[in-house]
């Protein structure tokens, strides 16, 4: 949640105009307030799970085609095989994952750049798919309203793909999943936040911006610390993710006037973010394509 300070100079000068302003943008948080609850005796149950969990997510939502994506081949890579495991549910195996384009550092090196993109749309297993689907579709909805369908796609792709060469450049484990993806679009959130921090202090109040914004902590503290206990999650993939969606988001971000709530792009943002980002990217880069040589 960033920061944008709101500052009244003249109440009634700008009381009527503040007032449309907040019609047409309702803040959206990772958990939805009453309000966006609506009446729930007047709701089937889909549609108040809906209501509470992703409000802002429709079928043309860019996350939702992302998602549709990932059903698709997901059943597509299970046709080509499944693997007989008593602790894998309906996981593809390890060569129908190498051949659609699984994250394997040493092919990725070697010349297959494709793998930096198609790992995002791989899944492990049943379990695994269900995990993330429900992550993007509440954190990347959430985020899809703020900055609109396209700047969220391309928050997306390019931190699916800086994730997947800053895990390449650590660990040369393979991995698949849409999870590196997932934590960019939690990063872009966050900066989104911090730029506009003190203008959703006016919109949504100092304690529901302040649990927005730990909430989203929790969810990377809670992730980056079972990543770490388990050898099978790519950690280093999802902090790549995280970072570099973290510095997208200032490029991408929508800015909030202090002063009236009308909506800008801020040229400083976008390009400290664009400077960081390439640095990254291109530091990471080379670092792992020239100095590194993955087995």
């Known amino acids: 949640m960033s920061s944008n300070i709101h500052g009244i100079n003249s109440f009634n000068n700008n009381n ?21 609850l609506g009446n729930i005796r007047e709701e089937s149950f889909p549609h108040f799970l809906k209501s509470m969990c ?20 997901y059943i597509i890579t299970l046709c080509f095989g499944i693997q007989k495991s008593a602790t894998e549910l309906l996981a593809p195996t390890y060569n129908t994952l190498d051949k659609f384009g699984m994250k ?8 297959q750049i494709h793998r930096l993109i198609l790992f995002g749309i791989l899944h492990a297993n049943l379990i695994h798919i269900c995990m ?24 997306y792709l390019l931190s699916n793909i800086g994730g997947g060469i800053f895990s390449c450049l650590i660990s040369d484990s393979p991995g698949v999943g849409a999870s590196v993806a997932i934590f960019g679009i939690l990063g872009a959130y966050i900066s989104f936040n911090l730029i506009n ?3 959703l202090d006016r919109i949504m109040g100092p304690m529901n911006k302040f649990c927005n914004l730990l909430f989203m902590i929790m969810i990377v ?32 971000v929508k800015v909030y006037d202090e002063n009236d709530g009308v909506l800008f792009n801020s040229k400083i943002w ?15 880069s080379i670092c792992f394509f020239v100095l590194r040589h993955p087995h």
């Open 132 to 155: 993330n689907l429900f992550s993007q579709i509440i954190i990347g909805s959430v985020y899809e309203y703020h900055v609109g369908l396209l700047n969220a796609g391309l928050v």
């Open 16 to 36: 009527n105009r503040n007032n449309e302003n907040n019609q047409n943008f309702r803040p959206a948080m990772l958990m939805s307030s009453d309000e966006s």
């Open 197 to 199: 921090w003190n203008y």
């Open 221 to 252: 503290f809670i992730n980056i610390s079972y990543g770490f206990n388990n050898s099978m999650i790519d950690n280093w993939g999802h902090l790549g993710g995280l970072l570099f969606g973290f510095f997208l988001g200032f490029v991408f």
């Open 104 to 111: 394997i550092p040493s092919k990725i090196h070697s010349g």
């Open 270 to 284: 976008r390009t400290i973010g664009i400077i960081i980002s390439i640095v990254l990217f291109v530091c990471f």
């Open 54 to 73: 992703c409000p802002h997510f429709t079928f043309k939502s860019i996350i939702f085609w992302v998602s549709l994506i990932d059903i698709i081949v």
